[in-house]
């Protein structure tokens, strides 16, 4: 058993600390009050790599894997979550399926531009009666022949408005598979696409969520991903993946919570000593600590797993569901450190709150995480 | 063309630096390391150099340094240096500038070079000194602390500003030249991820003294280190405290006068 990472992978992290240091935590306050991330800041990481970390060099990628994802994530997540959210949308899920799935035509026409971050991708699954009940699309894909016509609607999407290619989960209508869920391809400019509402929200504000609107929208027969009403299998497999690096942005913003308050601790003085030498705060930091231990130790496990061709479906949904809901408690501690100043927008902290929420609920809620291990271990032939 | 950049490893800035127990080292565990800064300035413009340039211009890194030295060298690879020599020995140990001069400008000869690039100085040990005897080594010329470098389109000569105090000298210098560089001459590029896994497949000569025709370390020159101090602890600080701010102020300016005697 090895337990280190590699020369490469060692590389990867100095140089995106380097350039969270640099050009992203500067400017992680105002994503936030501006809603938005830079258009310069997107191009300056897809001129990196960052933006097809995991995927192969062939299809555009700098072939880092899971685990080189993860690393990236967890530097990213120190920093600023919206950004990390833009990250995931579009690479680990907005793409992944299209790697998994694709046609090699697929591949050469979507997933070499997103790779490259010339593109940027999206995943469309949720809509308003299907959120955590998410294989139950309501929106309708009808075959007509060279092309399916699409019609409905999605919600709460990440990157929706900005996005060019969106993994989309459609009901079949009519033909073999009346009633059946199918993945397609869909481009923005297709006619009958159309960007609805943009969600005001609690944190990662400078993630965009939004509203699609499909009216009369065709998409063509060549855009289907994987086989027709077998969409389950790439909602499952690709989820695999987005929670992961969910469990790694996680991560970062859990170690940079830490390294936030025992700094404050070390300088802030209350009944004559610093905060530091108080037990009762020495206690909140043992907690922050061994959580972030439990963290990263099951979340680079798992990344290995999968990149070993392992099936992680029970695994990814322990790290989705501990590091989400450890980030919460830790952020929870790290303002309570800085007191007062903790609720004030003068500290990153506050922002760091706000961010952390979101992580219990989307890519699957905590209980939906609690059913999938679950079902996971109750089919379980070996425990 | 062919372009030298030197690097070497030093510990990152941000690391709190602690003296070994012999008073002749730094306590290395637990403190990362890095590239020079100043010499990411050289590695860049040794790189925008070549891409201007264009042909069979190549960037070579050389760096004197121990065999941990391997990991900044990649990273300097990832950067985009096409290749490097490695000169590492048990016998340069804690070496001088005097010594690692003699070994580098034996290395560097041996690859032939048109231009070197490095850092203005070390961020550790702050001697700014190699690239001086470096170049009294080599017999070319030198110029320090540059914070603009053009080349004419001859190749023939490099014209430079050098920073100096409350300004800027321009110089002109025939290659081949030694150039250290300064803050402000460019912005080293990040490594990028492609850059990061090609960085491997690039060559590492690895070069110990004898390989480099030496029997022993070269002579360290005239001067020698004795023993590493700790930073002199600062003076006391003592606050002074009042109801009213005005009254603070009247006693502080009390202190200083009768306490510290500076005004
Ligand atoms: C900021 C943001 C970004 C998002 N980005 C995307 C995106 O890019 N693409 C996309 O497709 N979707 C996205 N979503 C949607 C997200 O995945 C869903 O919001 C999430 O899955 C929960 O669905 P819901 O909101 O409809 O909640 P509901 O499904 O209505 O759940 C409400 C509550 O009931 C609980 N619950 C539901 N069923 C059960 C059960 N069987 N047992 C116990 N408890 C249950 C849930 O855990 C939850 O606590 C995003 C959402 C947000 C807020
Ligand atoms: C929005 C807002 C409104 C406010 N309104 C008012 C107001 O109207 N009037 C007013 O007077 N004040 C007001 N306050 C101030 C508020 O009461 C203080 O912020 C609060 O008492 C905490 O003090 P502090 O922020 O200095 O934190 P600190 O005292 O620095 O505490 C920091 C952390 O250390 C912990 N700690 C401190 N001492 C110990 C110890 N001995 N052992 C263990 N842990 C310890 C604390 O519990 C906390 O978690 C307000 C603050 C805010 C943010």
Partial sequence: ???????????????????????????????????????????????????????????????????????????IGRACASTATFIGAHQSIGSSGIYMFGTEEQKQKYL???????????????????????????????????????????????????????????????????????????????????????????????????????????????????????????????????????????????????????????????????????????????????????????????????????????????????????????????????????????????????????????????????????????HARDL | MKIIVLLKRVPDTEAKILINQDGNGIREDGVKFIINTYDEYGIEEGLRLKEKVGGDSKVTAVCAGPEESTEVIRTALAMGVDDAVHICDPALAKPSPFTIAEVLAKAISEEGFDIIFCGKQGIDDDMAQTQSILAEKLDIPQVNNATVFELADDLSKAVLNRRIEGGDEKVEASLPVIISCEKGLNDPRYASLPGIMKAKKKEIRVKNLADLGFNEAPSSGRSRVLKWLPMPKGGECKMVEAEETVDAVKELARLLREEAKVV
């Avoid at chain 1, 004030?344 to 609690?370: A, H, L, V, W």
Wanted: include cysteine; charged fraction near 25%; hydrophobic fraction near 40%.
């Fill in chain 1, 1 to 75: 058993m090895e337990w280190t990472f590699t020369e490469e992978q060692q590389m990867l992290k100095d140089m995106v600390k380097k350039f969270v240091d640099n050009e992203l935590r500067p400017v992680a306050a105002k994503i936030d009050e501006e809603k938005k991330i830079p258009k310069e800041l997107i191009a300056q990481m897809a001129e990196l790599g960052f933006l097809g970390i995991a995927f192969p060099p062939e299809y555009g990628g700098a072939g880092m894997g899971e685990t080189g994802y993860c690393i990236m994530q967890t530097e």
């Fill in chain 1, 112 to 378: 070499v531009p997103l790779a490259e971050g010339k593109k940027i991708g999206a995943y469309a699954l949720t809509e308003t009666s299907a959120g955590s009940d998410a294989y139950k699309p309501q929106t309708t894909a009808e075959d007509k022949g060279d092309h399916y016509l699409v019609n409905g609607g999605k919600i709460f999407i990440t990157n929706g408005s900005f996005a060019d290619i969106f993994t989309t989960f459609v009901k079949m209508v009519g033909g073999p598979n009346d009633g059946k869920m199918s993945v397609l391809i869909v481009e923005k400019d297709y006619e009958g696409f159309k960007v609805g509402k943009i969600e005001e929200k609690m944190g990662i504000r400078g993630s965009e969520t939004s509203e699609l609107i499909f009216e009369d929208m065709k998409v063509p027969k060549e855009n289907l991903l994987g086989r027709e009403g077998r969409g389950l299998l790439v909602g499952m497999k690709v989820l695999n993946t987005g929670r992961l690096g969910l469990g790694a942005a996680a991560l970062g913003a859990a170690q940079e919570s830490l390294k936030l308050s025992t700094a404050y601790a070390k300088e802030r003085v209350q009944f004559g000593k610093k905060l530091s030498q108080h037990q009762g705060i020495q206690w909140m930091l043992a907690n922050m600590s061994m959580e972030i231990f439990n963290m990263e130790s099951i979340l680079y496990r798992t990344a290995w797993m999968y990149d070993q061709g392992q099936n992680v479906t029970r695994e990814s949904s322990i790290v989705k569901l501990y590091c989400s809901e450890a980030l919460d408690r830790i952020v929870d501690d790290a303002l309570q450190i800085f007191g007062g100043y903790g609720f004030t927008c003068e500290f990153p902290i506050e922002r760091m709150y706000r961010d952390s929420r979101i992580n219990r609920i989307f890519e699957g809620t905590s209980e939906i995480q609690k059913m999938i291990i679950a079902r996971d271990v109750l």
